[in-house]
Structures are given as structure tokens and as C-alpha cells.
């Protein structure tokens, strides 16, 4: 995996962003993921998937993707484009889920980074050093690191493809 990661960010700054808005119920029924991305975030902006680019991030609040155990929430996230949330918290489902599949890397910063961020900003992530760069506003921040085990199956790009 390459271990730094640039994109331009989509920032909704609120807590709690549950799984029915990543992805409402009436969804789950869709099997393909380009068609299940058109419908990302719907309820909170209905626009998003239109303008996400490929290698993009999303910077939210508090306990990202609490809510059900669906796997459709990180799917339809990265089928968008995201590679990456940044929040200060996640739901443990919703994290897992997104580091096992191999769909998108949750990245934990303070609130106060998450502050600090605008939307559409420029930031560099370095996954191996543990740092953002904001290329928009020449600022660097501090991310948490992944624990060792995540650290591997995100290094092989998934669960399924983790050799220990």
C-alpha cells in the first residue's frame, strides 16, 4: 500500500453520522457498489458522490458510522472515491468494517484538527510517519496511529488478504 495518501477534503463537521445516513435502509437491497455509491451520504447531501474525486477524504465529527453493522456504509463510501475518514472517533463496527474489507482507512485525529481542516482543503497523508500535511494552509497535524494488527491487514489491503 502506498503509504502516503493525497486528496482533497469534504468536511461535515457533526458528530455522530450513523450508518442510515451513510447509506439509507431502502439501499441495502442494491448488490452492485458503483450503484450503492450514487446513494452515499443521500440524506445529509444528496450531491456527494457528484463531487468526490477518486483518492478524496472525509473529515467528520465524533463516533462516525455508529449505528447498524451494515457493511454498505463503508462500500458505498469508497465506491464514491473516499479513501479516507478522519474524525476524532468511530463507531468499532463501522471501523472494522472498513479496515477488513480493505474499502477505506479510518483516521483518527483531536477535534481540534478537525477544526482546523476546511473543506476542500489539500492534505497529504502519511500513513508510515503518522502525520497530515494541509498543502492549502501549509499546516501540519498529528493522526493517532493504527494499532499493530490494524497497521497489517491495512498494509495487505484487507482481512482476507492478511498473512500473519
Same mark, same amino acid.
Given at each position: 500500500?502506498?503509504?502516503t495518501?493525497?486528496?482533497?477534503?469534504?468536511?461535515?463537521?457533526?458528530?455522530?453520522?450513523?450508518?442510515d445516513?451513510?447509506?439509507? !435502509?431502502p439501499? /441495502?437491497? %442494491?448488490h452492485?457498489? =458503483? &450503484?450503492?455509491?450514487k446513494?452515499?451520504?443521500e440524506?445529509?447531501?444528496?450531491?456527494f458522490?457528484?463531487?468526490?474525486?477518486?483518492?478524496?477524504?472525509?473529515?467528520?465529527g465524533?463516533?462516525?458510522?455508529?449505528?447498524?453493522?451494515?457493511?454498505?456504509?463503508?462500500?458505498?463510501?469508497?465506491?464514491?472515491?473516499?479513501?479516507?475518514?478522519?474524525?476524532?472517533?468511530?463507531a468499532?463496527i463501522?471501523y472494522r468494517n472498513?479496515?477488513?474489507? !480493505?474499502?477505506? /482507512?479510518? %483516521?483518527?485525529i483531536d =477535534? &481540534?484538527?478537525?477544526?482546523?481542516?476546511?473543506d476542500?482543503d489539500?492534505?497529504?497523508?502519511?500513513?508510515?510517519?503518522?502525520?497530515?500535511?494541509?498543502?492549502?494552509?501549509?499546516?501540519?497535524?498529528?493522526m493517532?496511529?493504527?494499532?499493530e494488527?490494524?497497521?497489517?491487514?491495512?498494509e495487505?489491503?484487507?482481512l482476507?488478504?492478511?498473512?500473519p
Amino acid at each position: 500500500m502506498n503509504q502516503t495518501l493525497k486528496g482533497r477534503v469534504h468536511k461535515y463537521d457533526r458528530d455522530n453520522i450513523d450508518t442510515d445516513v451513510i447509506i439509507p !435502509g431502502p439501499y /441495502l437491497k %442494491i448488490h452492485d457498489h =458503483k &450503484e450503492l455509491a450514487k446513494h452515499a451520504l443521500e440524506g445529509l447531501d444528496p450531491k456527494f458522490p457528484e463531487k468526490v474525486q477518486a483518492g478524496d477524504f472525509l473529515v467528520a465529527g465524533s463516533n462516525f458510522g455508529c449505528g447498524s453493522s451494515r457493511e454498505h456504509a463503508p462500500i458505498a463510501l469508497s465506491q464514491t472515491g473516499i479513501r479516507a475518514i478522519l474524525a476524532p472517533t468511530f463507531a468499532r463496527i463501522f471501523y472494522r468494517n472498513a479496515v477488513d474489507g !480493505g474499502y477505506l /482507512l479510518p %483516521i483518527e485525529i483531536d =477535534k &481540534e484538527t478537525v477544526k482546523k481542516i476546511s473543506d476542500r482543503d489539500e492534505l497529504e497523508i502519511d500513513i508510515a510517519y503518522n502525520t497530515i500535511r494541509n498543502v492549502t494552509k501549509n499546516e501540519q497535524y498529528p493522526m493517532k496511529p493504527f494499532p499493530e494488527l490494524i497497521a497489517k491487514i491495512v498494509e495487505a489491503g484487507g482481512l482476507m488478504k492478511y498473512r500473519p
